[in-house]
Structure formats: C-alpha cells, structure tokens
C-alpha cells in the first residue's frame, strides 16, 4: 500500500540554526511529492513540489527538499530557521500515473523554534 | 496570489443533523478534492470532483456524504446525518490539472458534532 511517514512527531531547534525534516515513501513506482506547512489556525500551504527531473527542488520561504530514489525519501531542509517557521509541516506524496490523484499525507512534524 | 476559500471556519452541530460545507475554489482550476484530519491523524483524503462528476473516493466517502458544484464557483460537502465521529478538520482542495499540478488547499472548517 501507498505511504508516507515522517519519523520525527515533534523537533525543536533554536534559531539560525539548520533544519531537517525526515520524510519516507512507500510506492510502487516514483511518486510526486510534496511538502505543506500548516501555521496553528491556518491552512495547508504549499512549500515545494518533486514531480521529475532534477532531484533538488527549492520552495518558498527558504525551504528545499531532496528527492533520493536509493532512500526513499524526500527530507526538507532550510540552512537557518526562524522563529516564524514555527509550525507543522506534512510530507505528502500522489501515484505518479493516471487514475489516482489522491494525496497521501504523512503524520505530520510540528516543528518548535526557541530563540 | 489566488486562494481557496472555505466557510464559516467552525461549524456546531448536533449529531444526526445535516451540515453543508462550503468551499470557491480557485477560479481557473478544475479539480476539486476534499479531505478531511481528525484530532492529532493524519490529512485523509475523501473525494475528488471533475467535470460535474465523482472522479475517485475513498471508503470514507460512504452514502452520508455527498459533493456538489452548484454553480461556476461554489464547491460543497454535505453530511447528512451527523455523526460525533464526523467531527474533524475538513479541507477543501482545487488544482488546475491532474498530472504534474499541485493541489492548493483552503484553511478549512472545524466540524464539531454534539
């Protein structure tokens, strides 16, 4: 079955410090992936997309995430955090054929940012 | 930057009551999705609307739910009978295409079921 995990529930870092975000994927085929950033009360935005190609791909507000067939994953990194990236961040990946477009979400990091 | 929007932000209703949710996608877009997150799950997905027509649910989407584009701009979720384990996050989606198109996601309605 189709999956995505995020192993890490909660990760707190100070800020201007580096970031990491693990997610992993579990396709039968390369899926599309996708993260989202959901600030408390707010709703789901989206920070970067991997459909093909080059296996960087940058996102707004800073972010990137490298896609790593060998790993199945596709972690999301920011070199310096800041206290307004507070929130909580989904991995979500899609089939990448024709007859399903449902996302399939991971369990979510909430990311803290002391100062 | 175009945004989906949802409404009212929170809705209360009694159980076995009906509940209409309402989302205006963006106005190019053609798919429409909704999905909904439980307290502390994971984002599931529940329908996607193409053309006038269900194109995929999942086995949560059973026969209490319905979807609907009323006009050119609105899309809604109807509950039926309520149930207390209806109450989650509910998030409305829309992407220009299916293949290579992101899907943009509303800031949802907060469905409490008394």
């Known amino acids: 079955a189709q999956s995505v995990t995020q192993p890490d529930i909660h990760i707190t870092v100070s800020e201007g410090a580096s970031l990491e975000l693990r997610c992993n994927y579990s396709?039968?085929?390369?899926?599309?992936l996708f993260w989202y950033v959901q600030s408390p009360g707010q709703g789901l935005q989206l920070l970067l997309k991997y459909f093909s190609g080059d296996t960087l791909v940058q996102g707004i507000k800073g972010f990137e995430a490298e896609f790593k067939r060998s790993q199945s994953s596709f972690n999301l990194r920011k070199p310096s955090v800041h206290w307004s990236d507070a929130a909580e961040y989904f991995c979500?990946?899609?089939?990448?054929?024709?007859?399903?477009?449902?996302?399939?979400f991971g369990k979510g990091t909430k990311l803290s940012v002391i100062p | 930057e175009p945004e989906v929007t949802q409404t009212p932000s929170h809705q209360v209703t009694q159980m076995g009551q009906e509940v209409i949710l309402r989302c205006v996608p963006i106005s190019n877009h053609l798919y429409f999705y909704w999905y909904r997150q439980i307290l502390g799950q994971k984002v599931e997905f529940l329908v996607s609307?193409?053309?006038?027509?269900?194109?995929?649910k999942s086995e949560i989407f059973d026969d209490q739910f319905s979807v609907e584009r009323p006009d050119g701009s609105n899309f809604t979720l109807k509950i039926r009978s309520t149930k207390l384990e209806d109450s989650a996050m509910y998030f409305c989606?829309?992407?220009?295409?299916?293949?290579?198109?992101?899907?943009?996601f509303g800031d949802g309605t907060r469905l409490s079921i008394l």
């Open positions: 396709y039968g085929a390369t899926p599309y």
């Open positions: 609307f193409y053309n006038n027509e269900i194109s995929e």
């Open positions: 979500a990946g899609r089939y990448s054929g024709a007859g399903s477009y449902q996302l399939t």
């Open positions: 989606a829309s992407s220009f295409g299916q293949s290579n198109q992101p899907q943009h």
